[in-house]
């Protein structure tokens, strides 16, 4: 009778110590209700040049020469020299 | 076909030098190629297209001139009865302006870009220089012509070839096509006399801000108008002869240059011919962009004679064809013009109903160009 009872002992024993108790069973969580969300998901976004402009030039590898004005102007002392020399 | 009888000039044109009647009547060939493919009624035989336009760009500076002196058109013929004998008058005149102005140089650089960016026809441009697409770098300083060529300078590049650049330079001519189109030359000719034409017409924009300049002198407006009319009558008045670039450096009183594609960098001696750059420059910079860098290089300073000549009338002319309400378009119709063939620019030139149809559609081409890049996030695909 003692044998069958430290047997039974000794088997719980080993099963409390060595044995993982069973996980217990957790009862499952309920979410609270989210709003939804609203914001649009932005759009992957194209690489684009940046926006020209349709009076800027087209080929900026170029350059023009530099314009004068009255190059052959009476207004500089150069000049009325010139026609002086000629009167 | 003869249209009129050569140059047609008030008072026997006695303010316009032989030589420049002489190279009106009688392009030299290199001009000539060029202005043929813009001008309608331009052969060999006949000039006629050239000539009237001259005439009536040179009667309008005579009148100007008379009117700031004072004078009937008969009494300045009298008075002055040669263009030597209007010189001291005109010189004196801006040696005034410049002593007038040199204590107000700053606000006076300010005024010039200002009073031309309030322009309808600059409206556009105005939006892109706040928007820092454009800058305008106006000073009333020294012209800088450092980068400039004259034809003589052109001409000595290509004489001074060593005995082995010559052979390749022969080879060149002979098995390489050249580069220089044509079409591309008249395009760009018909751009910059137009340019020039615009340019005469803006040195009068100090009427718009004549109560401001007369708070600084009372006697600048008129002494500007004199200055004005006086440089444009120089370009008639003064000999046929070729340019060299330090005589061009002495007597230049403006120059302007498109520095990269988003900068003007104008320079005046006074306010007129500030504002005169400041157009020059915006109107370059519109349509450099049709050329190649040689067909760039091969523009002197020499061409701008005739262009300077002829170019007040074409301007007009091509304004004429654009409403009021429109002209805030005009740089749009220039730019798609530019693209177009040089037979359609002809055809402008020419007048009539043919050219007002064309024009129509450039300013509706214009409308919608305009408006799509305000709307659109690409515009580049509209025009």
């Known amino acids: 009778m003692n044998d069958k009872f430290d047997e039974l002992v000794n088997g719980l024993l080993k099963q409390t110590l060595f044995e993982a108790p069973a996980a217990p069973v957790e009862e499952p969580k309920v979410e609270p209700e989210v709003e939804p969300d609203i914001k649009p998901v932005p759009a992957p976004q194209k690489p684009t040049e940046p926006k020209r402009h349709p009076l800027q030039p087209t080929r900026p590898d170029v350059k023009p020469r530099p314009q004068a004005s009255a190059q052959k102007a009476p207004i500089s002392p150069s000049v009325e020299a010139y026609i002086n020399a000629r009167k | ?383």
């Open chain 2, 1 to 383: 076909m003869k249209l009129k009888e050569a140059l047609d000039l008030p008072f026997g044109g006695k303010y316009m030098h032989p030589s420049k009647k002489k190279y009106v009547e009688n392009l030299p060939s290199h001009e000539k190629e060029i202005v043929t493919g813009m001008y309608p009624s331009l052969d060999k035989e006949n000039q006629a297209y050239l000539e009237l336009i001259t005439s009536a760009s040179y009667k309008r500076s005579v009148e100007r001139l008379a009117k700031y002196l004072d004078l009937s058109l008969e009494q300045l013929h009298t008075q002055y009865p040669s263009f030597s004998s209007l010189y001291s008058i005109i010189l004196s005149n801006f040696y005034n302006t410049l002593e007038a102005e040199k204590n107000y140089k700053e606000d006076l650089e300010k005024l010039a870009v200002d009073t031309v960016l309030e322009l309808p026809e600059f409206k556009v441009v105005k939006e892109m220089v706040d928007q820092g697409l454009l800058t305008i770098d106006a000073k009333l300083e020294t012209p800088d012509l450092s980068n400039a060529i004259t034809q003589n300078e052109l001409k000595s590049k290509d004489g001074k070839l060593t005995t082995a650049e010559k052979d390749t330079n022969q080879l060149a001519v002979e098995f390489v096509k050249p580069e220089l189109d044509p079409e591309i030359l008249s395009k760009r000719s018909f751009a910059k006399t137009l340019t020039q034409g615009n340019a005469v017409n803006k040195f009068y924009l100090f009427h718009l801000v004549e109560q401001k300049l007369k708070e600084i002198d009372p006697s600048l407006p008129k002494m500007y108008g004199i200055v004005s009319a006086g440089t444009i009558m120089s370009y008639f008045g003064m000999p046929m002869i070729e340019m060299k670039k330090s005589f061009a450096q002495d007597a230049a009183v403006g120059s302007v240059e498109v520095e990269n594609d988003s900068l003007i960098k104008a320079r005046g001696s006074n306010f007129p011919i500030l504002v005169h750059e400041i157009v020059k420059g915006i109107y370059n910079w519109l349509s450099y962009d049709i050329a190649t860098q040689d067909e760039l290089d091969r523009e002197t300073l020499d061409q701008e004679v005739l262009e300077l000549m002829s170019g007040e009338e074409i301007y007009n002319n091509f304004r004429k064809l654009i409403s009021v309400n429109d002209q805030y378009l005009i740089p749009f119709v220039v730019k798609d013009l530019l693209r177009h063939p040089a037979e359609v620019i002809k055809k402008i030139n020419a007048g009539g109903g043919e050219a007002q149809n064309i024009m129509n559609k450039l300013v509706s081409r214009a409308r919608e160009t305009y408006n799509n890049y305000k709307d659109s996030s690409n515009p580049q695909e509209e025009l």
